[in-house]
Antibody
Framework: QVQLQQSGTELVKPASSVKISCKAS????????MHWIRQQPGNGLEWIGW????????KYNQKFDGKATLTADKSSSTAYMQLSSLTSEDSAVYFC?????????????WGQGTLVTVSS | DVVLTQTPSILSATIGQSVSISCRSS???????????LYWFLQRPGQSPQRLIY???NLGSGVPNRFSGSGSGTDFTLKISGVEAEDLGVYYC????????FGAGTKLELK
């Protein structure tokens, strides 16, 4: 079955960067989009963007342009999201989620989430 | 950005009661290809969101048939016909016809 295993909790300092991983199994990694979603404490969901591991194409929510960078390693079926210039606003749970390739793609199968806390 | 407005924000129900959640979009979600890319999710306390409904009215695999989705254009509804304890949590609608956005969520709690 589809499994998305995300990396563990991160405690990072302001102005630094962090890279979260999402290891996929149970499906063809290169034939689907991988979405990333943010959930700030007590808040709702925000779509960050997706990456198509088949060719590395990406699409971002304009709000996260320059903040998030999505990459993927086909050899290990792992997607990554790097967040840069971190502030307290970036403290949140980040989810990866598999979506179909193409128009109207949405996060159908979710990972367990990675908590990022930005604090000095 | 397309704004999805969910009502109510909090919904109190008893076990067995039927309830509905509304999701209204600031723009039509009907795509030029004829599809409407509107989805529903449930996030139980302490868990990741899970997909319930895709393309307005299609039940996700393993989702009980007490859940149903309907609507078109800008107005959409999720109905639960007979709430069970496992249905408690926060429900989100999401659209992907335009740049993807989520509604703010509707918390379903026990009365």
């Amino acid at each position: 079955q589809v499994q998305l295993q995300q990396s563990g909790t991160e405690l990072v300092k302001p102005a630094s960067s962090v890279k979260i991983s999402c290891k996929a199994s149970g499906y063809t990694f290169t034939s689907n989009y991988m979405h990333w979603i943010r959930q700030q404490p007590g808040n709702g969901l925000e779509w960050i963007g997706w990456i198509y591991p088949g060719n590395g194409n990406t699409k971002y929510n304009q709000k996260f342009d320059g903040k998030a960078t999505l990459t993927a390693d086909k050899s290990s079926s792992t997607a990554y999201m790097q967040l840069s210039s971190l502030t307290s606003e970036d403290s949140a749970v980040y989810f990866c989620a598999r979506g179909w390739k193409g128009k109207g793609s949405y996060p159908a199968y979710w990972g367990q989430g990675t908590l990022v806390t930005v604090s000095s | 950005d397309v704004v999805l407005t969910q009502t109510p924000s909090i919904l109190s129900a008893t076990i067995g009661q039927s309830v509905s959640i509304s999701c209204r979009s600031s723009q039509s979600l009907l795509d030029s290809d004829g599809n409407t890319y509107l989805y529903w999710f449930l996030q139980r306390p302490g868990q990741s969101p899970q997909r319930l409904i895709y393309l307005v009215s299609n039940l996700g695999s393993g989702v009980p048939n007490r859940f149903s989705g309907s609507g078109s254009g800008t107005d959409f509804t999720l109905k639960i016909s007979g709430v069970e304890a496992e249905d408690l949590g926060v429900y989100y609608c999401m659209q992907a016809t335009h740049a993807p956005t989520f509604g703010a969520g509707t918390k379903l709690e026990l009365k």
